[in-house]
Each structure stands twice: as C-alpha cells, then as structure tokens.
C-alpha cells in the first residue's frame, strides 16, 4: 500500500468505528475494551522476506520472531518466503505448527526449556538454542 493512501485507511476505520471507539462500562462496573484493527503492508512483508534472504544468500535459515508478530496471517506469509518461526515457548512452537510451519524451520529458544518440551523440540526436528549445562545434559541423555 503507498504511504499517501495510510491516511485514507485510517480515517475509514476511525468513521466505521473499527478503531478508535471507547471502551464499553458494563453493567457489574467492567469494561469491554474497544475493538482493535492491525494494518500490515503484506506486499512490504514480502518484499523484506524476499531482502533478507537475498542479502544472506543459501545456506541460512532466516527465522521471524512470533513474539514480535504472533498473527496466524504474518506466520503463513513467512512459511510460503521459506522462513522460518522463533519461538520463545512451547505455545509458540505448537502456533507456528498450526501455521503450517514445517517443525525443521522452527527456532526454539526458550531461556528456560522444561525437560518435555526439550524432548518434544528434539523428536520432531526443531532446532534448539541450548542456554545452560542442564539443558545440554537433557539433549545429551534424549538425543
């Protein structure tokens, strides 16, 4: 999308209400938030995928981190780039798999890896950022 038709964008979401509307008092004193909109320029998406990997050449294994793009839409876009996921917990890994990501284009790299999820990571090919000794002393025994 140019960036002179953001403005446009925005002001149709704003006059539909999609954003930008108050939150909601409800009856027992809570509040419903206000609907939220996410705009995401798909074709710059691409495009920086597409950058990456060329900057790199073959041989790498790009990985988008899902904590900072969590969004099923964002994950697919990657996988179909041919990059991969970086997964921060067992949660993410298991979205990027829903995602369609192939589990040997995972990244895990949880700073505290629990024992299953070390076992669940190395049995189905993802690959693991070991962080301590006895993380490494669990893929020694699994492996």
Do not use: W
């Amino acid at each position: 999308m140019p960036l002179s038709d953001v403005p446009l964008v925005l002001k149709s979401a704003l006059e539909k209400e999609f954003i930008g509307t108050p939150s909601v008092l409800n009856e027992d004193g809570t509040t419903t938030p206000p609907p939220m909109a996410l705009f995401i320029d798909v074709q710059s998406l691409r495009q920086n995928f597409a950058d990456c990997k060329k900057a790199f050449g073959e041989g790498f294994l790009h990985a988008m981190a899902i904590k900072a793009n969590p969004v099923s839409a964002c994950i697919k876009l990657a996988v179909e780039a041919g990059i991969g996921i970086e997964c921060a917990s067992i949660g993410e890994v298991l979205h990027s798999i829903r995602c369609g990501c192939p589990p040997e284009r995972i990244v895990f790299d949880s700073p505290v890896k629990t024992r299953p999820e070390i076992e669940y990571a190395i049995k189905n090919n993802l690959h693991v950022n070991i962080d301590n000794m006895q993380e490494l002393e669990v893929v020694a025994e699994v492996y």
